[in-house]
Each structure stands twice: as structure tokens, then as C-alpha cells.
């Protein structure tokens, strides 16, 4: 038999963090399925990675249009594929910064359905095919899933509880060829994040990372990712908490200005 390509399924793809991952693990061999709900996104990184560089290598990409609060999506991303070796759930993301005196119900609805349902959805309807490829699941939490602060009501919650499913998960598998790894990232500056949470305000969204000499950037988290599924099958990469030297926690961050 011949080398069997790994195939990778990266939600939140379109942008950000998924983008990145998508990226590298497509240079590390894996064939990547890209899925979002923003399809011409997803499209232009299809062309993106299949395109050949100067020494004419190239990667292999395939894109699906996903909403993970979707049963119905899900499952056909699901059924869709013929195997799956690594699964990373990264969509999701923050919206609004109110205090819980002020919380908007919608917004901590959509973050619960995103970060936490979204990632069950995914794990639920491709656990057959990881089982079954020895796989790897990847789930892109974050520090608010371990730090409270001020504003942070809906997504600490929502990512505190993508946390404890990390973990149930692992127990679950143990007798199972499945890796569970949680990757928790500090302050990223990408693109849309901060422009998703301050609701298209751009003002708004540039402040968090002001005098911020070097936040984090997509490609630091993709960096963390494609180290821990590229670990022997035995080695278990528990969770990968990683923040810009300028940041100690949440509240807590070096500005220059
Ligand atoms: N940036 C940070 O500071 C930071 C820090 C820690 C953790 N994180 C986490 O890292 C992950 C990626 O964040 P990012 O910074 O890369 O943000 P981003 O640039 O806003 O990307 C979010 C991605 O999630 C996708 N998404 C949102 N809702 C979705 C849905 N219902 N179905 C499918 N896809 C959906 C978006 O694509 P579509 O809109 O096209 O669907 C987009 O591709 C998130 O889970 C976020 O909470 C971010």
C-alpha cells in the first residue's frame, strides 16, 4: 500500500486563526478541509494552497460552506467525508464586552451555540472517522476559558464550558486511538475577532491591542497546533496555554502607550 495522506478539518477557516492553521497543516502534508459559512473566503484559500510554490510544491484543499450551529450542516460536512484525522474547532469567537448587569442575551446565545454546542456538533458526527483514522482533536479555547475579567461574562462562560467538554472528552477516549488537545490563547490580533465582539465598530476593535508592542498572531497559534498533532501517536499534548510576552493574564498587559 502506498503513503496514505492525513486528512485535517479546520472549522473557522474562513478567517484568523482557522486561516492560518489551514495553511500550515496543508504545509505539513495534510490534506485540509476548510469550512466556514463564508464560502468565497473559503474559496480564495482553496486557490491559495493549491497554488504551487517557486520549488512547486503544493498543497491539497477542499472547501465546505459550514455553519456549526447547524444540525443539518454538520452533519452533511459529516457525511461528506471519507475520513478524518485531525478535527480542529476553532470557529467561534466573542460578542460584546457588557458587564453582566447589562448582558444581552442574544450575544451569550450565539456564544454558547458557536464555542460550545459547535464543538459538540463537529466532535459528536466525526468521532466515527477519528476512531477509526487514530485521530486527533484540536479545540481552540481560550484564556477567558480559564480567566475571568471584567466584560468578559458570555465568553468566559461560553469558553469556561468548551474547556470542561475538552476534558470530559479526553476522559471518555481514553480507550480510544483519539488525542484531545486544548490550545488557549491570550490576546491574537486578527483580522475580525475584535472587530466580531465590538459589533463592526473599528475604533472600538483597534483598542484592545493598543501600545501593544506584539500581540500574538494567527500564525503563532497555527505554530502551537501543527506542533501538537505532529507528535508521536502516543504523546498526548494536554493543553497549550500561550500569550504574547507582553501579557500576564487578561488584566495585566504591558502597553508602551
Ligand atoms: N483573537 C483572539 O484574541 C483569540 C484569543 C483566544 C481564543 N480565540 C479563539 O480562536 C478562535 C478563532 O478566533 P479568531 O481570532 O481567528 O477570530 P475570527 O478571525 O473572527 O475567526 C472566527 C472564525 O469563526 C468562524 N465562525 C463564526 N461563527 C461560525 C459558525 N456559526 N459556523 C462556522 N464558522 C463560524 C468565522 O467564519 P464565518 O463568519 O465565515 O462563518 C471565522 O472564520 C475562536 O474560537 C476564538 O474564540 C481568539
Not at 135 to 162: E, I, R
Not at 227 to 234: D, G, L, Y
Request: with cysteine; proline share 4%; charged share 25%.
Amino acid at each position: 500500500m502506498g503513503y496514505m495522506r492525513k486528512t485535517a478539518v479546520i472549522t473557522g477557516a474562513s478567517s484568523g486563526i482557522g486561516a492560518a492553521t489551514a495553511r500550515r497543516l496543508a504545509a505539513e502534508g495534510f490534506d485540509v478541509v476548510v469550512a466556514a459559512r463564508r464560502r468565497d473566503r473559503l474559496d480564495d484559500l482553496v486557490k491559495e494552497i493549491e497554488a504551487a510554490d517557486p520549488a512547486g510544491r503544493r498543497g491539497f484543499a477542499r472547501a465546505v460552506t459550514l455553519d456549526v450551529t447547524s444540525e443539518e450542516s454538520v452533519a452533511a460536512l459529516a457525511a461528506g467525508l471519507r475520513e478524518c484525522h485531525v478535527l480542529v474547532n476553532n470557529a467561534g469567537g466573542a460578542h460584546g464586552l457588557e458587564s453582566v448587569a447589562e448582558a444581552v442575551t442574544e450575544d451569550w446565545r450565539v456564544m454558547y451555540d458557536t464555542n460550545v454546542l459547535g464543538l459538540m456538533r463537529m466532535t459528536r458526527a466525526l468521532l466515527p472517522k477519528l476512531v477509526a483514522g487514530a485521530g486527533h482533536v484540536v479545540n481552540v479555547t481560550s484564556l477567558a476559558g480559564h480567566v475571568p475579567y471584567v466584560g468578559g461574562g458570555g465568553y468566559n462562560a461560553a469558553k469556561h464550558a468548551a474547556v470542561a467538554v475538552n476534558e470530559v472528552l479526553r476522559l471518555e477516549l481514553v480507550d480510544r486511538p483519539v488525542r484531545i488537545t486544548e490550545v488557549a490563547p491570550g490576546m491574537v490580533k486578527t483580522e475580525e475577532f475584535s472587530l466580531v465582539r465590538f459589533r463592526g465598530d473599528a475604533e472600538a476593535a483597534e483598542r484592545p491591542y493598543e501600545g501593544v508592542e506584539a500581540p500574538l498572531v494567527a500564525e503563532d497559534v497555527a505554530d502551537c497546533i501543527a506542533w501538537a498533532v505532529t507528535r508521536p501517536p502516543h504523546v498526548n499534548i494536554d493543553r497549550i496555554d500561550v500569550q504574547p510576552r507582553a501579557q500576564a493574564a487578561p488584566y495585566r498587559i504591558h502597553r508602551t502607550s
